[in-house]
């Protein structure tokens, strides 16, 4: 990132700032593994084809044969890489389960790409949005490219729209302090999330899921509360240095997570966790199949199918389809009985009541337990292992044994440290409007006495094991 910003001062060319950015976007992608770079240029190429042929063609037919290539070649990428080799273990065990004898297709075991549901995604909204009249196709190669590659965010997200990022591709960057220190602040927000939060409550998630079975209720809820915190400091802590890191270089990347553990509702943790793909699937998934305009049968319907898909992306396996599943189930439910349909950041005038409040807290305690009980189910891959703690999950059984718990090999005061700091910025954020917003207004020594103390906690607090981000498996 220093590199691209020493570059960028020097390169006041728009055209040229857009190959550097490019090239730094390619060479960042082939430092894990060049051979995959050949993807994302296969997909830029047939993208910008599709869309050239999309707005150039003069009947629909021809838009949407255009538009079926675009959308076949994506998600054909992704079933190759990311689930012919589940597909096909899947097949070998019904069919030993019922012939018996040998396994029928042979074993396929590909290495799975980094980001390809991201920039297969962001790259298909492309030509959708084109197909539906809702932006003018991008006559620049170079431009597109960058929109499909840009290295901040190229790995996990956020899943950018082409109608809000290739618009800031036509000016020409201009690095400015204000953008550089914002940026730096919302990195460093993120660096705190990534590396002294979740990979520091890693190894417990861990070692309570590597085993589960006969672990007590009490060790399989901390484990769900665990693994609830650290992906959601990993999977948010990439996004704030995504976001951070854009922003340096002057670009405005939307945000991907806003305080989901505060929602009320179901619907309303899907507005907050993972923006970018929640709206994805809301804008291109389920509002084609029809969205709530259908009848209330077909809603739930629509609302369930987009959801099991929803868990599919996330990964090649059972679990993830239960997890979108169970989601797609609640929020049916929900709609079903009303819930969930306040609207978002609406509060009353007037000062809510015991009873009110009491009521809130309650509706706040069960869905926090329900997001958490989904939590174990896209945790825990091994079947066996998932009906257990589902159950154990669902059916407290009070033993508190700490010798049952099996946390011998983890520091209890590191745990509890944890747990108890991010549930206290999590509080302190959502009621401030987010501590990001409060260190853009510091100046001077005061941003800098944060920065070091910040900086201190990094060293001192830095794991010894290297644990990569949760979402660069999807």
Same mark, same amino acid.
């Given at each position: 990132?220093?590199?691209?910003? !020493?570059?960028?001062?020097?390169?006041?060319?728009?055209?040229?700032?857009?190959?550097?950015?490019?090239?730094?976007?390619?060479?960042?992608?082939?430092?894990?593994?060049?051979?995959?770079?050949?993807?994302?240029?296969? #997909?830029?190429?047939?993208?910008?084809?599709?869309?050239?042929?999309?707005?150039? #063609?003069?009947?629909?037919?021809?838009?949407?044969?255009?538009?079926? =290539?675009?959308?076949?070649?994506?998600?054909?990428?992704?079933?190759?890489?990311?689930? !012919?080799? @589940?597909?096909?273990?899947?097949?070998?065990?019904?069919?030993?389960?019922?012939?018996?004898?040998?396994?029928?297709?042979?074993?396929?075991?590909?290495?799975?790409?980094?980001? &390809?549901?991201?920039?297969? *995604?962001?790259?298909?909204?492309?030509?959708?949005?084109? *197909?539906?009249?809702?932006?003018?196709?991008?006559?620049?190669?170079?431009?597109?490219?960058?929109?499909?590659? *840009?290295?901040?965010?190229?790995?996990?997200?956020?899943?950018?729209?082409?109608?809000?990022?290739?618009?800031? !591709?036509?000016?020409?960057?201009?690095?400015?302090?204000?953008?550089? !220190?914002?940026?730096?602040?919302?990195?460093?927000?993120?660096?705190?999330?990534?590396?002294?939060?979740?990979?520091?409550?890693?190894?417990?998630?861990?070692?309570?899921?590597?085993?589960?079975?006969?672990?007590?209720?009490?060790?399989?809820?901390?484990?769900?509360?665990?693994?609830?915190?650290? &992906?959601?400091?990993?999977?948010?802590?990439? #996004?704030?240095?995504?976001?951070?890191?854009?922003?340096?270089?002057?670009?405005?990347?939307?945000?991907?997570?806003?305080?989901?553990?505060?929602?009320?509702?179901?619907?309303?943790?899907?507005?907050?966790?993972?923006?970018?793909?929640?709206?994805?699937?809301?804008?291109?998934?389920?509002?084609?199949?029809?969205?709530?305009?259908?009848?209330?049968?077909?809603?739930?319907?629509?609302?369930?199918?987009?959801?099991?898909?929803?868990?599919?992306?996330?990964?090649?396996?059972?679990? @993830?389809?239960?997890?979108? =599943?169970?989601?797609?189930?609640?929020?049916?439910?929900?709609?079903?009985?009303? @819930?969930?349909?306040?609207?978002?950041?609406?509060?009353?005038?007037?000062?809510?009541?015991?009873?009110?409040?009491?009521?809130?807290?309650?509706?706040?305690?069960?869905?926090?337990?329900?997001?958490?009980?989904?939590?174990?189910? @896209?945790?825990?891959?091994?079947?066996?292992?998932?009906?257990?703690?589902?159950?154990?999950?669902?059916?407290?059984?009070?033993?508190?044994?700490?010798?049952?718990?099996?946390?011998?090999?983890?520091?209890? *005061?590191?745990?509890?440290?944890? &747990?108890?700091?991010?549930?206290?910025?999590?509080?302190?954020?959502?009621?401030?409007?987010?501590?990001?917003?409060?260190?853009?207004?510091?100046?001077?020594?005061?941003?800098? %006495?944060?920065?070091?103390?910040?900086?201190?906690? %990094?060293?001192?607090?830095?794991?010894?094991?290297?644990?990569?981000?949760?979402?660069?498996?999807?």
């Amino acid at each position: 990132m220093v590199a691209v910003l !020493l570059c960028m001062a020097f390169v006041r060319t728009h055209m040229l700032q857009i190959v550097l950015l490019l090239a730094a976007s390619y060479i960042f992608y082939m430092s894990w593994n060049p051979t995959f770079i050949l993807l994302i240029l296969f #997909s830029t190429v047939n993208d910008y084809v599709a869309g050239l042929g999309i707005a150039g #063609s003069k009947t629909r037919r021809a838009r949407v044969c255009w538009l079926l =290539m675009s959308c076949f070649t994506n998600l054909g990428l992704l079933a190759v890489f990311k689930y !012919l080799g @589940f597909f096909v273990a899947s097949v070998n065990q019904v069919w030993l389960a019922w012939y018996g004898g040998s396994a029928v297709l042979p074993a396929v075991a590909l290495t799975l790409p980094v980001g &390809i549901s991201f920039f297969t *995604f962001q790259s298909m909204s492309y030509t959708i949005d084109l *197909f539906r009249g809702e932006i003018k196709p991008e006559r620049s190669f170079m431009r597109f490219a960058l929109y499909v590659a *840009f290295f901040p965010q190229l790995v996990a997200g956020p899943i950018l729209r082409s109608k809000e990022f290739i618009p800031q !591709l036509r000016s020409v960057v201009e690095l400015r302090a204000e953008n550089l !220190l914002q940026g730096c602040n919302q990195f460093l927000v993120g660096l705190v999330k990534k590396v002294i939060i979740a990979d520091n409550i890693a190894p417990l998630v861990n070692q309570i899921f590597a085993a589960p079975q006969g672990s007590p209720s009490a060790a399989i809820w901390l484990g769900a509360l665990a693994f609830g915190i650290q &992906i959601y400091g990993d999977f948010s802590g990439y #996004s704030d240095m995504a976001i951070g890191s854009a922003r340096m270089l002057g670009f405005h990347i939307p945000r991907n997570f806003n305080f989901p553990y505060a929602a009320r509702s179901i619907t309303d943790f899907w507005r907050r966790w993972h923006i970018s793909l929640s709206t994805w699937l809301r804008d291109y998934l389920y509002i084609p199949l029809g969205g709530n305009r259908k009848g209330r049968t077909a809603t739930y319907r629509n609302l369930f199918v987009t959801m099991a898909l929803g868990g599919l992306w996330h990964g090649a396996g059972l679990n @993830f389809i239960v997890w979108g =599943m169970y989601h797609g189930a609640l929020l049916a439910v929900e709609r079903s009985v009303g @819930f969930g349909r306040q609207k978002e950041g609406v509060r009353s005038a007037r000062p809510a009541s015991f009873w009110a409040r009491g009521k809130t807290l309650v509706v706040w305690l069960l869905i926090q337990y329900l997001v958490f009980l989904g939590w174990v189910i @896209f945790r825990v891959h091994n079947w066996s292992d998932l009906t257990y703690c589902v159950r154990k999950y669902v059916f407290f059984d009070f033993n508190f044994d700490p010798g049952a718990m099996g946390l011998s090999g983890t520091n209890p *005061f590191v745990t509890v440290g944890i &747990i108890l700091v991010f549930v206290l910025l999590h509080a302190i954020s959502y009621r401030s409007n987010g501590l990001i917003h409060h260190l853009n207004r510091l100046r001077g020594f005061q941003l800098g %006495l944060v920065w070091m103390v910040v900086l201190l906690c %990094l060293m001192f607090l830095w794991p010894t094991g290297r644990t990569a981000f949760i979402y660069f498996q999807f």
